[in-house]
């Protein structure tokens, strides 16, 4: 399932984030593996500060594994369904 993600990086945490994908631990210890790396590279920063990507998560509850490295650094604003792809604008 696809998920279109809305967050805002936590006040202080920018220097954190970057660094985690710099050196590629962003996600380590998950079984989702690179794709919080992948989910970065694809991730787009909006005029208003929030960032948008799209998540593949098979999980019953959207993100309950990913939820927990996310929000190390993002404060997660929207979750939506993003199931076709040809609608879902980042």
Not at 25 to 41: C, F, H, I, P, W
Not at 43 to 71: H, I
């Amino acid at each position: 399932m696809r998920y279109l993600v809305t967050a805002r990086v936590k006040p202080g945490m920018e220097a954190t984030l970057l660094k985690a994908i710099e050196r590629g631990t962003l996600g380590a210890g998950s079984v989702a593996g690179d794709e919080y790396l992948r989910n970065m590279q694809d991730a787009r920063l909006r005029d208003n500060g929030t960032v948008r990507w799209v998540e593949v998560c098979f999980c019953d509850v959207p993100l309950d594994e990913e939820r927990p490295y996310w929000e190390a650094y993002f404060e997660l604003v929207r979750v939506q369904d993003a199931h076709r792809r040809d609608r879902c604008r980042i």
